[in-house]
């Protein structure tokens, strides 16, 4: 079984301040790793992904995560954030090779100042 | 291409009553999640189905819920009786399993049970 921590429920940044939020996971095996984000009333979407290979993970909207496996770590950054970032962040992992039902960790809001 | 279809976006309605959410998942998806996001609980999975069967349900809290997927394109999530305790957003995500892990969400139900 896997699980993923997610440090922050809320960060709070002013724009164009860069941002980072945390991930941490759990699992015996390798893992698939995922950043989705929720808009207001949206369903949540996925901003990026890492399978394999490079662990410098780019996605949309300029966020990039880097998967960390001494760390088991998969943090979310942005060097410089827009006041249409404000939304809610979930990491995700699912097990790779294995069933690929995706743990979600709790979310962190994501809040950017004027 | 359209998206994962959920209706009603918005349902108000008695305790007691039976609630029916649908589901219309991507085409050529062949796995289909039903999802209920809260602020107490976060994102739970509540019931994943492979090929229309059901594979994993150990998520519905209890027997008033209960979820059906009589072909490819339609699912259904009904609550019966409902009670104020189910007071959240609902969520439908499909996924191709070819990109594992890799879930697309509809924009949800949000329901209130008064």
């Known amino acids: 079984a896997q699980s993923v921590t997610q440090l922050d429920s809320q960060v709070p940044v002013f724009e164009e301040a860069p941002v980072e939020l945390r991930c941490n996971y759990s699992?015996?095996?390798?893992?698939?790793l995922f950043w989705y984000v929720q808009y207001p009333n949206q369903g949540l979407q996925l901003l990026l992904k890492y399978l394999s290979g490079s662990t410098l993970v780019k996605g949309i909207n300029g966020f990039e995560a880097e998967f960390n496996k001494s760390q088991t770590s998969f943090h979310l950054r942005k060097p410089s954030v827009h006041i249409s970032d404000t939304a809610e962040y979930f990491c995700a992992v699912s097990q790779a090779g294995g069933s690929y039902i995706p743990t979600f960790g709790r979310g962190t809001s994501l809040i950017v100042h004027p | 291409d359209a998206g994962v279809i959920q209706s009603p976006r918005h349902e108000v309605t008695e305790m007691g009553q039976e609630v029916t959410l649908r589901c219309k998942p991507i085409?050529?998806?062949?796995?289909l999640f039903w999802y209920r996001q809260t602020m107490m609980r976060g994102l739970e999975l509540l019931i994943y189905f492979n090929n229309n069967v059901p594979i994993d349900d150990s998520g519905m809290p209890e027997d008033r819920f209960s979820a059906k997927m009589p072909n490819a394109s339609f699912s259904t999530l009904k609550i019966q009786p409902s009670e104020p305790r189910d007071s959240a957003v609902y969520f439908c995500a499909s996924s191709s399993g070819l990109i594992t892990g890799e879930l697309f969400f509809g924009e949800g139900s949000r329901l209130t049970v008064l």
């Open positions: 085409s050529g998806h062949n796995s």
């Open positions: 699992s015996s095996v390798s893992v698939y």
